[in-house]
């Protein structure tokens, strides 16, 4: 049975980096391509990155020169995300192609400075 799973996905600040992974239970180059997307809430999902069977990348306009797709020789295919933007924050599920699509559960990316906490200096 073939799933994907990701993994890496959590809070960061603006100008901050994460490295989301995506294992596969089969050989990744048995798929065609694989591709990381996300969704943000009210908007369509959308292709981030891809990779296809070759090594040939393509890239979202937006994340041109942030992201890399990669991929070991086994199993795994990562998303390395720098210079995280307010505007990254999304699900992003990881998707392989291998005669049919599949689809991995997806992980949450939140990119905020963060509530904030009050500090008060008295005398």
């Known amino acids: 049975q073939v799933q994907l799973v990701e993994s890496g996905g959590g809070m960061v600040q603006p100008g901050g980096s994460l490295r989301l992974s995506c294992a596969a239970t089969?050989?990744?180059?048995?798929?065609?391509?694989m591709a990381w997307y996300r969704q943000a809430p009210g908007k369509q999902r959308e292709l981030v990155a891809s990779?296809?069977?070759?090594?040939?990348t393509n890239y979202a306009e937006s994340v041109k020169g942030r992201f890399t797709i990669s991929r070991d020789t086994k199993n795994t295919v990562y998303l390395q995300m720098n210079s995280l933007k307010p505007e990254d924050t999304a699900v992003y599920s990881c998707?392989?192609?291998?005669?049919?699509?599949?689809w991995g559960q997806g992980t949450q990316v939140t990119v905020s400075w963060g509530q904030g906490t009050q500090v008060t200096v008295s005398s």
């Open positions: 990779i296809a069977g070759g090594g040939v």
């Open positions: 998707y392989g192609h291998r005669g049919v699509g599949y």
């Open positions: 089969v050989n990744i180059f048995s798929f065609s391509a």
